[in-house]
């Protein structure tokens, strides 16, 4: 591809995403839409999306910026579920919606049908993420998304490995595929634990924050690359690595964090705007190829095809959500009453993405013996019409169905009071360390010195319980945000400052830029407290 057209997908898709967040539309949504529109309009270059640029290069940053986000405790309470859809529900789809494909389409081998099923199963991990967050489902069911939508792949790369190795005519077996699905989910797990260690020193031991981030942007493709180059999930690898530096993300210096967390919300917003536009842009080259296969039949096909992936999906989520707890007395004394109504959005929320079109686009032109692959272009069809039908029709209705289900959402008021006790404990043991430190002669200080010290323990302390207090009748302030916004209006006027006596030449501007990234920490301190 040429430059041109990549910055015109860039600059585009970034400018619907952030068009999308004025909006009450999922931003994945409108980017589809904006791109199944572009696609036709005379002049847009082509955009074919190629697997060898979205699989290991596009894949791994958006799965490591995922997984790094969550949490690796809610993740292991949550094993479960999360293998039981990652795993069990990925493979139970490739058999069902293959078989599906077989019967629907009277020319469709059943090894290619199989292909086509390992395919569509896994769903999006961008795409669930995204209309979780927006839709604010419960902490339970987010966590049980997230964890599916970075394992999943995996497990459905390695299938359509299996079946296209049979569909193609190399001999596989039921052992053989068996054997390698453990391989490469064996090897991806071990390849991650044997980086992960060795990353995290290398992070914690580099001086500079520019040389620390610089290795953060190299480590999943690192990851994925080496697992790869041995035959092993380049995705799982990715995944173990991200959780484990995700949960030691402490022990790396502050000005790492700081610059770490903007880069990698840059990248993943960019990657995840394109990725959507791409699925959009994609329909002239789908139904260029079709052939044979038009109008009604090719519809009746698609509806169909869509059909049985949302409902496979409900068929395994209920059994594999009450039938551990109807089998098991300790899984139910440990995880509570259940209804329907949280399976039920698990099962809604399947929504398939770029990684399906990716794998799609991978399958072969021919077969072993130089014959074409039987309906190849139909099974391109029938992804792209999937992919679009779960995103547009699931991803609309998520938000509505969950209003109308009524599901608890996130207690912000007893999130408010766990922080505030979390801070008081910190403060306080914060406090004690202060009383022994200028206890000691050596790191003795000016009275006033001392106490602004003790006020920033206070201010601190004290800005949580302020946010659960009464507010200000004039402004609906409460203390705490009258004092974020009069902090932020005095480091306007000592910025405005500075660059007059810059402009005067009273400092030059390398000064200026010193002056400025001190009051840019302050400000971002100022900043994340309120978020």
């Given at each position: ?134 839709v ?16 999943n ?29 453990l ?44 697992a ?38 840059m990248?993943?917003f ?5 990725v959507?536009?791409l ?33 496979t ?14 089998l ?24 398939r ?7 799609a ?9 130089g ?9 391109l ?14 991803g ?8 109308l ?44 010195l ?32 009258t ?9 306007s ?14 400092i ?18 100022a ?5």
């Amino acid at each position: 591809m040429h430059v041109l057209p990549l910055l015109l997908l860039v600059a585009g898709s970034a400018a619907v995403a952030g068009f999308a967040r004025r909006t009450p539309v999922p931003a994945p949504l409108l980017l589809v839409a904006a791109g199944l529109a572009v696609s036709y309009v005379p002049g847009v270059p082509g955009y074919e999306l190629d697997p060898a640029i979205v699989l290991p290069l596009v894949l791994p940053p958006l799965l490591y910026t995922a997984a790094s986000d969550s949490s690796y405790l809610d993740l292991r309470a949550h094993t479960r579920p999360i293998a039981l859809l990652s795993v069990g529900y990925v493979l139970f789809a490739t058999l069902a919606v293959g078989w599906a494909a077989y019967l629907i389409v009277p020319s469709l081998p059943l090894p290619a049908a199989l292909v086509f099923g390992a395919v569509v199963a896994p769903p999006d991990a961008v795409a669930a993420t995204a209309v979780a967050r927006r839709v604010g489902l419960p902490s339970r069911i987010t966590t049980i998304l997230q964890g599916e939508s970075l394992v999943n792949d995996a497990t459905a790369i390695t299938a359509y490995k299996v079946a296209l190795a049979a569909a193609v005519g190399a001999g596989a077996t039921w052992a053989g595929g068996v054997r390698e699905f453990l391989l490469a989910a064996v090897g991806g797990v071990v390849v991650g634990l044997v980086l992960m260690v060795p990353i995290h020193w290398l992070r914690t031991h580099l001086k500079e924050a520019l040389l620390q981030n610089t290795l953060s942007l190299l480590i999943p493709f690192v990851a994925y690359g080496i697992a790869e180059q041995v035959h092993a999930s380049g995705v799982l690898a990715v995944v173990v690595v991200a959780l484990y530096l995700g949960h030691r993300a402490w022990e790396v210096d502050f000005a790492t964090r700081l610059q770490e967390e903007a880069v990698w919300k840059m990248v993943a917003f960019v990657l995840e705007s394109a990725v959507f536009a791409l699925i959009g842009l994609q329909l002239p080259v789908v139904l260029k190829g079709l052939g044979q296969y038009q109008g009604a039949q090719a519809a009746w096909y698609a509806v169909a095809v869509f059909l049985v992936v949302v409902v496979t999906r409900f068929v395994w989520v209920y059994p594999a959500t009450f039938l551990p707890r109807f089998l098991s007395a300790r899984i139910r004394e440990r995880e509570g009453s259940l209804t329907w109504k949280g399976p039920f959005i698990i099962g809604w929320a399947g929504m398939r993405g770029v990684v399906s079109l990716a794998i799609a686009f991978s399958i072969p032109l021919t077969v072993h013996g130089g014959a074409s692959f039987p309906d190849r272009n139909l099974l391109l069809f029938l992804t792209f019409t999937t992919v679009i039908g779960t995103l547009v029709v699931q991803g609309l209705t998520l938000p509505p169905l969950v209003r109308l289900l009524k599901l608890p959402g996130r207690d912000v008021q007893a999130e408010t009071l766990a922080e505030a006790n979390a801070q008081a404990q910190a403060s306080r043991v914060a406090e004690e360390r202060l009383d022994a430190l200028l206890a000691d002669e050596r790191n003795a200080l000016p009275p006033p010195l001392a106490d602004r010290l003790r006020s920033v323990l206070e201010r601190r302390r004290n800005a949580v319980w302020e946010r659960l207090g009464a507010v200000n009748p004039v402004t609906g302030e409460t203390a705490d945000d009258t004092y974020r916004r009069l902090s932020r209006e005095m480091i306007s006027a000592e910025r405005e400052m500075f660059v007059k006596l810059r402009d005067h030449r009273y400092i030059d501007d390398e000064m200026l830029r010193t002056l400025l990234r001190r009051l840019d920490l302050e400000e971002a301190a100022a900043y994340r407290e309120a978020a």
